[in-house]
């Protein structure tokens, strides 16, 4: 049972429109997401976070949005760049005992930013 | 430079004969884990370790092992690997975020991929 699902296995966008990647969340209980990017034979890296209490939080380029009523979030890169190629995972942070977190990842999107 | 080293890179063994993949982070961090990424399922943690000799299993730990001896490093053991434990493996280690705050950002290795034949 995926409890975060990336449903776009791959998205194509040209440079500079919008690219929009989406992820579902089943658990009510996530405080924090997050998205990761990763390029080939690179680990993820960390990109923009949000946390429960909000709706929208925007670094740059990069925003994040989040619908708790429909446990869907988003990620919003505006302009898109050729430099945005990667594949986008969403997580979510759920809480073990004792403070510490468990991110739980879905499947991740391919994104192609074409010049 | 702040980092989570992981060796090898690559690997190619037969079914059944023990291997290690090491991991070594930098940042002092109380958290480590080990993931692994396969085509469609994303990320999935095979074991994490909240501190020196602490672990505890993850979402897939069959077939595997770890120790965590001293802070900085987390080893994952295959006793006998098998053609199923193909994938790529990635070490990550976080700081421990008690009460709350922070992002629980993880710090990731750039993976080792195992060929298991």
């Known amino acids: 049972d995926q409890q975060v699902k990336q449903n776009s296995p791959s998205l194509s966008v040209q440079e500079g429109r919008i690219s929009i990647l989406n992820c579902d969340y089943t658990?009510?209980?996530?405080?924090?997401f997050l998205w990761y990017k990763k390029y080939p034979a690179e680990g993820p890296t960390f990109l923009i976070s949000?946390?429960?209490?909000?709706d929208k939080n925007e670094d740059g380029r990069f925003t994040v949005f989040l619908n708790k009523s429909a446990k869907h979030l988003s990620l919003h890169i505006v302009p898109s760049q050729p430099g945005d190629s990667a594949v986008y995972f969403c997580?979510?942070?759920?809480?073990?005992?004792?403070?510490?977190?468990?991110?739980?990842f879905g499947a991740g999107t391919r994104l192609a930013v074409h010049p | 430079e702040a980092q989570v080293t992981q060796n090898p890179r690559y690997l190619i063994t037969v079914t059944g004969k023990k291997l290690t993949v090491t991991c070594s982070q930098n940042m002092n961090h109380e958290y480590m884990s080990w993931y692994r990424q396969d085509p469609g399922l994303g990320l999935r943690q095979i074991y994490y370790?909240?501190?020196?000799?602490?672990?505890d299993k993850g979402d897939v730990p069959e077939g595997y092992k770890v120790s965590r001896k001293e802070k900085r490093n987390f080893p994952l053991i295959l006793e006998s690997p098998s053609p199923n434990q193909t994938s790529l493996y990635f070490c990550?280690?976080?700081?421990?975020?008690?009460?709350?705050?922070?992002?629980?950002?993880?710090?990731f290795g750039e993976g080792s991929r195992l060929t298991v034949l």
């Open positions: 990550a280690s976080s700081l421990r975020l008690a009460g709350g705050g922070g992002t629980g950002e993880l710090f």
């Open positions: 949000i946390s429960s209490i909000k």
């Open positions: 658990n009510s209980m996530f405080d924090y």
């Open positions: 370790s909240m501190n020196v000799e602490v672990t």
């Open positions: 997580a979510a942070r759920g809480r073990l005992s004792g403070g510490y977190n468990k991110l739980i």
